[in-house]
């Protein structure tokens, strides 16, 4: 999954400074908040060894997409199934 992905599903980068993080160099990554309570938040291609991102959530556990298609597709069966007030 591309940077572009996750912008196009709606995602916000989130800029992490490295004075911030204790890391050697400033990082990013993105986040998504589907309905209170179920936010998805991506890895940076960095912390995988390698280019392409993915996304698991916090609140849904061994949730871990890595795949475009699967994501809006996740996305959009959790906005179908959730009753707002």
Not at 12 to 36: A, F, H, I, Q
Not at 37 to 53: F, H, M, Q, R, Y
């Amino acid at each position: 999954m591309t940077e572009k992905d996750l912008i196009d599903a709606g995602f916000r980068k989130v800029l992490v400074p490295k004075e911030d993080s204790g890391n050697d160099e400033d990082y990013s990554y993105y986040l998504l908040e589907v309905t209170e309570g179920i936010t998805l938040v991506s890895d940076s291609p960095a912390e995988n060894k390698g280019s392409e991102w993915s996304v698991h959530s916090f609140e849904i556990d061994k949730l871990l997409i890595v795949e475009a298609d699967r994501l809006v597709h996740f996305i959009n069966a959790l906005k179908l199934c959730i009753q707002e007030d």
